[in-house]
């Protein structure tokens, strides 16, 4: 087999630089493409001069620039939807694959999570991917929680709350004990468990005691004996 002769040559299409490979074969033509990572290449039969394939890919210049910005454009999307973000959950950090698909879906996978968007090239809809992403896990991971410490204040007699979930900016979670709501931050899905189910007992003794009093505290305390130091680990961790 012959050994490829490729050169590298550089021609001035106006302003701009082009660089491309020039391979001289047994074709008939002169041919030109813009492979798919942004290289220019031609071939070219010997009989044709450098310089005459210098001056027909100088006069080329705009179409192969134009070919070229797409392909390196179609480069960088590939290189987004292969790109790693990190998301903090459940208090660890978690590595967050984009992927693109028709459905849009949060879902954990291994170690890290997948997120599943139309269009993830478009920060914007990825964005919003991700909060609605974000939503649904909130709605699964405090649902269940809810479930497992309503129990004690069923004992108390109080009737089981509807959840809600909020981004808010000053607090973690409220309660509205005459209509049986609670609503939780979304941002508490950053937290450790702990500190979660901390705000949820918070928010389920408001439905026997509405207020910050003493028998209020008394029942927190004995439904969570630390949770002080869940508190603070809370407001360490999540900065509102
Ligand atoms: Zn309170």
């Given at each position: 087999?012959?050994?490829?002769?490729?050169?590298?040559?550089?021609?001035?299409?106006?302003?701009?630089?082009?660089?491309?490979?020039?391979?001289?074969?047994?074709?008939?033509?002169?041919?030109?493409?813009?492979?798919?990572?942004?290289?220019?290449?031609?071939?070219?039969?010997?009989?044709?001069?450098?310089?005459?394939?210098?001056?027909?890919?100088?006069?080329?210049?705009?179409?192969?620039?134009?070919?070229?910005?797409?392909?390196?454009?179609?480069?960088?999307?590939?290189?987004?939807?292969?790109?790693?973000?990190?998301?903090?959950?459940?208090?660890?950090?978690?590595?967050?694959?984009?992927?693109?698909?028709?459905?849009?879906?949060?879902?954990?996978?291994?170690?890290?999570?997948?997120?599943?968007?139309?269009?993830?090239?478009?920060?914007?809809?990825?964005?919003?991917?991700?909060?609605?992403?974000?939503?649904?896990?909130?709605?699964?991971?405090?649902?269940?929680?809810?479930?497992?410490?309503?129990?004690?204040?069923?004992?108390?007699?109080?009737?089981?709350?509807?959840?809600?979930?909020?981004?808010?900016?000053?607090?973690?979670?409220?309660?509205?004990?005459?209509?049986?709501?609670?609503?939780?931050?979304?941002?508490?899905?950053?937290?450790?468990?702990?500190?979660?189910?901390?705000?949820?007992?918070?928010?389920?003794?408001?439905?026997?005691?509405?207020?910050?009093?003493k028998?209020f505290y008394g029942?927190l305390?004995?439904?969570?004996?630390?949770?002080?130091?869940?508190?603070?680990?809370?407001?360490?961790?999540?900065?509102?």
């Amino acid at each position: 087999m012959a050994e490829r002769k490729i050169t590298i040559r550089r021609v001035m299409a106006g302003e701009r630089e082009i660089s491309y490979q020039l391979e001289r074969k047994a074709v008939k033509n002169l041919n030109l493409r813009v492979r798919e990572d942004g290289s220019v290449y031609a071939s070219a039969p010997r009989r044709v001069s450098a310089a005459e394939i210098d001056a027909f890919v100088a006069s080329r210049g705009a179409f192969i620039l134009q070919a070229v910005a797409r392909m390196e454009e179609r480069q960088r999307r590939r290189a987004l939807l292969e790109q790693r973000e990190q998301l903090r959950i459940l208090g660890e950090e978690r590595p967050l694959v984009l992927r693109r698909g028709d459905k849009l879906a949060l879902f954990q996978e291994g170690e890290g999570f997948i997120l599943q968007v139309k269009e993830p090239d478009d920060p914007v809809q990825r964005q919003k991917g991700l909060e609605r992403g974000l939503d649904y896990l909130c709605q699964e991971i405090f649902q269940g929680m809810l479930e497992e410490l309503y129990p004690l204040a069923a004992k108390q007699g109080a009737a089981k709350p509807l959840l809600r979930i909020r981004r808010m900016k000053s607090r973690w979670g409220s309660c509205l004990p005459g209509k049986g709501i609670i609503t939780l931050n979304k941002r508490l899905l950053e937290a450790p468990r702990g500190c979660i189910q901390y705000v949820i007992l918070h928010e389920l003794c408001h439905l026997i005691h509405p207020d910050h009093s003493k028998r209020f505290y008394g029942l927190l305390a004995a439904w969570m004996p630390d949770w002080k130091e869940w508190k603070t680990r809370l407001e360490e961790t999540v900065l509102l």
